[in-house]
């Protein structure tokens, strides 16, 4: 298939294309550097335009060029406290621009869509574990961007007939031990790799921000799930839809949740090295605990992660990072 990667050289989609790749697709990639790495994108076997996703006329004649059968859309701005001191950033970074980009992919025929979505649309559990019918009432303008554009997708279906699958991360992590990528954010806001940068001495302590929740070490608690799963999600979501699948939104977690303390204590073991934590207060909009029901992608896409356990993703994480 040919298929178009926004944001294909950040974190996941980066690993996303080298799954493609390896899947035998036809990939065109389009990413604007601004938080991508060029060197995170195989050196050869894919189509590559800098630009941002919201420059229509070439993102549109790219995709026409390219023949764009289907597009995953990871292009986004991620950071929730940024999305609450400056909210413009998000609905122009992530939502101006999915509309920008979805106006191009209905202009060049494209049919099938899936949306690297999130969490947080979710807000303040009401119920743990979540599944997909947990009333969606996102707590911050990440959360309510990431909504607005599952909603425009839900429209652009009954309208246009397009064919599209939310896939709700909980929280990625880990590496593809294979293709040595790595994760890269500047500022890194990550637990995993925070967590990995202090056992390396790239940092001198690890704060964990609140030790008095409902929770057995009094840490939150949150479900990790490897990027190599997410990318097998995502195959799984665009054979789902190149059948005539159902469209909607599908949860991508283990099930199993997992403290920021029991993080820190499995990266000790992992690493051998000493890591230094410090208390912090708690952050504004933490709740206690957010684990996935993951039950509907079990059913309609027929996946489980594989790599389940916090041991793996940190282990796969740590063999990259520190080589």
Known sequence: MRVLVTGGAGYVGSHMVRALVRAKHDVLVVDDLSAGHADALPPSGIEFLQAQVSDAPRVLAAMRDHG??????????????????????????????????????????????????????????????????????????????????????????????LRWAALRYFNAAGADVQSGLDERHDPETHLVPIVLDAALGRRDHVTIFGDDYDTPDGTCIRDYVHVVDLCDAHL????????????????????????????VDVARRVTGRTIRVEKGPRRAGDPPRLVASVERAARVLGWRARRATLEQIVRDAWTVRSA
């Open 68 to 161: 764009t059968e289907a597009i995953l859309h990871f292009a986004s701005r991620i950071q929730v406290g940024e999305s609450v001191v400056d909210p413009r950033k998000y609905y122009t970074g992530n939502l101006a621009a999915a509309v920008s980009l979805f106006e191009s992919a209905l202009d060049a025929g494209v049919k099938l869509a899936v949306l690297s979505s999130t969490a947080a649309v979710y807000g303040d559990p009401v119920r743990v574990p979540i599944d997909e019918e947990h009333p969606t009432a996102p707590i911050n303008p990440y959360g309510e961007t990431k909504l607005a554009i599952e909603r425009m997708l839900g429209s652009y279906g009954r309208a246009y007939g």
């Open 236 to 263: 799984a979501a665009l054979e789902h839809l190149q059948r005539g699948g159902e469209s909607g939104a599908i949860n991508l977690g283990t099930g199993a949740g997992h403290s920021v303390a029991e993080v």
